[in-house]
């Protein structure tokens, strides 16, 4: 193919057998076969030469030249060439400073080592616009469900051919104890396009929940016409999953659309997913019914919401308690992800028994602090009093109001409440002192004293230290490995932080730091 004594119109024909089979540009083969005969020209004639190659286009002829560019006063020879000489050897007086002149070379035969080199240009070209070709095609198509045929297993991985291209189901995105064989025609979501020198470019999942969604999309109708909203997703993938929907219509109910006649359209998915068991869930405005239906087949008593914190209590009946909880945590775990929600579940006994401790704890605070005594301690807490702030930032008659508490008592207790808080400052200013915490993270807006001590106890004793957490860090927050969902004990995590509060903190303690 390199020599030129080749036949010049085979040397088309095959740039655009290359083309039709790889499904790129011809333009780009024969691009790369003139960068390959330069590279094997430079070992014929000199790699210090600038050659250039070029084959026409309409007859396959090759011609070689050797390139110099026209300067002031040539360095390089084999590069270079001046103005003067330029003119005399191209016999032109127009030329200048920054032109090219070609000098043509005689057709060569490159020989073998040469020719291979060429061959591995062109392949490496090839299969460059291969891969251009590959993202372009599918950066568009991420997001949907691609179908493919099974081409290969590579240790658990499972590459996809989707017909001229490849694509790849990764081991961890896979459904477990899905046997899959070379030659099955699958359905996987796209979930990622990249573009990679080596390996993959296209990423597939059958266990991501967008998967799910997906194939619910191709089976009801009514999901694909936007009358019916998926409002949230979560598997446990090849086990079980929930999925919540809405109706924009009132007289359509979401649950019955998706379940079809018989259960047809439900179970269709149902297979696609390899027997995976699907709750359908109606979604609600309402946080507390929507846990509710989350939580099924449970029967729940009450419902206790702290949307600050994003935290729902739950609680329920001692028969109750498997059946909210499910095979592992596995109801629970889903539920909480269906709705965005930390989910506690709770017996009516234990949450009795944790309302006692909670009421104990508080009253110990006041009768210990503000020297009070036990009858006493226990009204405040009973009024809804929590700390000794809230009693320090109320006035003499909101707390004179409460029964069995004179205008005189409601005074001392309030003047008691703020020489506490006033020696409990000093008490941590000293602390703070003794554990070496920087006045910069000290005078931080948004920090409060308890916070400070906190942080110094945990090493966290600058600003920059603290512009270095991460809001999980700060707050706590759940992680998931492997499908097991495991507990990130934050730093501040008794503080009740949201975590917008945390992140405002962090962000302008970075700013501060990193401006």
């Known amino acids: 193919m390199l020599n030129q004594r080749s036949d ?86 127009d030329l200048k400073v920054g032109d090219e002149v070609f000098e043509e070379l005689p057709p060569v035969d490159f020989g073998r080592i040469a020719a291979q080199t060429a061959r591995q240009v062109i392949t490496q070209n090839v299969r460059a616009a291969e891969r251009d070709r590959q993202y372009n095609d599918f950066i568009g198509k991420k997001g949907e469900v691609l179908s493919g045929i099974v081409k290969r297993l590579e240790y658990g991985n499972v590459i996809i051919d989707l017909n001229r291209s490849e694509a790849i189901i990764r081991k961890e995105e896979t459904i477990p104890r899905e046997i899959l064989k070379t030659g099955d025609r699958v359905k996987a979501y796209c979930y990622d396009v990249i573009r990679e020198n080596k390996g993959q470019q296209i990423f597939l999942s059958r266990a991501h929940p967008k998967f799910m969604e997906k194939l619910f999309f191709q089976e009801v109708p009514e999901i694909y016409d936007g009358i019916i909203e998926i409002k949230s997703s979560a598997r446990d993938p090849g086990s079980r999953a929930k999925i919540c929907v809405n109706s924009k219509d009132s007289s359509i109910d979401p649950v019955g659309a998706c379940v079809g006649m018989r259960g047809s ?69 889903l539920a909480s992800k269906l709705i965005n929600y930390e989910i506690d579940i709770l017996t009516e006994k ?141 730093y501040l995590e008794e503080f009740a932080l949201t975590k917008t509060e945390a992140d405002d903190l962090i962000i302008n303690a970075r700013n501060i730091v990193f401006k």
Not at 24 to 49: P, V
Not at 393 to 409: L, P, R, V, W
């Open 8 to 93: 010049k119109v085979e040397l088309l024909r095959i740039a655009e057998a290359v083309a039709l089979e790889k499904s790129i540009d011809k333009e780009i083969i024969l691009s790369s076969m003139e960068a390959a005969i330069q590279k094997a020209a430079k070992t014929r004639f000199g790699s210090e030469n600038e050659i250039r190659a070029i084959i026409n286009r309409e007859s396959g002829d090759i011609t070689l030249h050797k390139v110099l560019k026209i300067v002031e006063i040539p360095e390089n020879l084999n590069t270079e060439i001046s103005v003067k000489d330029a003119k005399i050897k191209e016999k032109k007086e």
């Open 265 to 333: 359209r439900v179970q269709s998915v149902v297979n696609e997913l390899s027997g995976e068991k699907i709750d359908i869930v109606h979604w609600s405005e309402d946080v507390a019914a929507l846990v509710v239906s989350a939580l099924a087949p449970a029967e729940i008593q009450k419902v206790i919401i702290d949307d600050q914190n994003k935290r729902i209590e739950v609680i329920l009946t001692e028969e109750n308690l498997s059946k909210a909880i499910g095979r592992r945590g596995q109801n629970v775990r």
């Open 350 to 490: 234990e949450e009795s028994e944790k309302r006692q401790i909670e009421f104990k704890d508080k009253t110990e605070i006041f009768i210990k602090n503000l020297e009070v005594d036990e009858t006493l301690g226990q009204l405040l807490v009973a009024e809804g009093f929590s700390n000794i702030e809230e009693i320090a930032k109320s006035s003499h008659e909101d707390i004179s109001k409460i029964e069995g508490i004179d205008e005189n008592t409601a005074k001392e207790l309030k003047e008691r409440a703020k020489e506490y808080l006033v020696k409990e400052k000093e008490d941590i200013g000293k602390k703070l002192k003794d554990l070496g915490v920087d006045d910069n993270l000290i005078n931080h807006k948004g920090l409060t004293p308890g916070m400070l001590l906190t942080l110094g106890e945990k090493k966290i004793k600058n600003l920059k230290d603290f512009a270095e957490l991460s809001s999980d860090e700060l707050i706590g927050g759940y992680d998931e490995k492997k499908g097991v969902k495991y507990k990130i004990e934050g």
